[in-house]
């Protein structure tokens, strides 16, 4: 009986970082179109400031990227059981 309940919590370990993962998808995607959309209204508001502002987005999406890259790797890292608990 103890064997079952430990294999339903890490059911429930994976299905939590699985949703975990998705909601870090979802939010990375949500950061990236409001940055790139204030990005390009930013410039066609002020052409000549153009290749400044690409390139304070491009950092910005570039760490927005980096967040959502270091959630899947953790969550690969557990799925797999390279790292436990």
Same mark, same amino acid.
């Given at each position: &009986? ?6 339903? *919590?890490?059911?429930?370990?994976? %299905?939590? @970082?699985?949703?975990? %993962? *998705?909601? *870090? /998808? &979802?939010?990375? #995607?949500?950061? %990236?179109?409001?940055?790139? #959309?204030? /990005? &390009?209204? #930013? &410039? *066609?508001?002020? !052409?000549?400031?153009? !290749?400044?502002?690409?390139? /304070? @987005? @491009? ?7 980096? %967040?959502? $890259? ?11 059981? $390279?790292?436990?608990?």
């Amino acid at each position: &009986m103890e064997q079952t309940a430990v294999d339903w *919590a890490k059911v429930a370990l994976n %299905l939590a @970082m699985f949703f975990g %993962l *998705a909601l *870090a /998808a &979802m939010g990375s #995607a949500f950061g %990236l179109s409001r940055a790139v #959309a204030a /990005a &390009m209204e #930013a &410039m *066609a508001r002020q !052409p000549e400031a153009a !290749p400044k502002i690409q390139g /304070a @987005m @491009m950092l910005g999406c570039a760490f927005i990227e980096a %967040l959502t $890259i270091y959630v899947f790797v953790t969550v690969i890292l557990y799925g797999f059981g $390279i790292v436990k608990f």
